[in-house]
């Protein structure tokens, strides 16, 4: 199987280069990041939508639970496994759709358990189309079904749980699919998220300031300035 794509999160620099050696014994892992600050790495997890997260719950920014809701509204295919000290926020892990749960200090074998039961989970999902193969996507509105051309979607703005699609034309619809399972829909080549409330398509991308972050999407006929609050390493990888 290809390379599993992991973020690990966790407030102490010790404990997260820890378990990262320990994953390196598994040739079937990539450690892409390890981050010590829990904002800046939801800002990664949005644009990147990592396979698997290993994540701390005690942190000073934002505690676990926390992460793992926002994880679960913009990206919902990844699968979280909290490594902590603390039992008895084993029950909240689960309510929220945790994927595991193993105590510190990390054992090997259960360390061994929960990388299999990835694999094991990844092997036995159903093959999707991928994004790219799909040229329209359909959706549900208050007024019914629409079948739109994903060429026709200038971006896609976050309400609550609900979606704005802004149209070429000018229309604006509402969906009840959230912003991260729309996203998954769209062609990862074309749409690209900026922010937590915004995924843009690139092609009707004007103008960019990377300083005062912000960008500028046009139709040739009219502009929308959206606020840019990813990180910039991030989006240029994204852009180019």
């Known amino acids: ?9 966790d407030d102490e620099p010790d404990a997260g280069h820890l378990l990262q050696n ?11 990041e390890v981050f010590t600050n829990a904002l800046h790495a939801l800002d990664a997890v ?7 997260i290993f994540l701390d719950i005690d942190m000073p920014e934002i505690n676990g639970i ?3 809701q926002e994880v679960n509204k913009y990206s919902p295919n990844t699968k979280v496994i909290f490594v902590t000290a603390f039992k008895h926020y084993a029950l909240e892990a689960i309510h929220n759709n945790a994927f595991d749960y193993i105590y510190k200090p990390v054992s090997k074998a259960e360390l061994r358990r929960v990388v299999y039961k990835i694999i094991n ?22 007024e019914g079904h629409h079948y739109i051309d994903t060429e026709q979607i200038l971006f896609l703005e976050a309400d609550s749980n609900y ?15 959230n912003l991260g399972k729309l996203h998954k829909q769209l ?6 998220r900026i922010s ?20 500028i999407i046009s139709n040739n006929q009219e502009e929308h300035q959206l606020e840019v609050s990813i990180k910039m390493r991030d989006l240029k990888h994204e852009l180019s």
């Open 1 to 9: 199987m290809p390379y599993l794509e992991i973020f690990i999160i």
């Open 22 to 32: 320990l994953l390196k014994e598994y040739s079937v892992i990539q450690i892409k």
């Open 46 to 52: 949005i644009i990147r939508q990592p396979q698997v």
């Open 66 to 68: 926390e992460f793992l």
């Open 121 to 142: 989970a990844i092997n036995g999902e159903k093959p999707k189309l991928t994004a790219e193969a799909n040229s329209k996507v359909l959706l549900k509105t208050a």
């Open 163 to 177: 979606t704005n699609l802004i149209l070429k034309d000018g229309k604006k619809l509402l969906t009840s699919v």
């Open 187 to 192: 062609p990862e080549t074309e749409f690209v």
């Open 196 to 215: 937590r409330k915004h995924i843009i398509n690139k092609n009707y991308l004007l103008f960019m300031n990377f300083c005062k972050r912000y960008c």
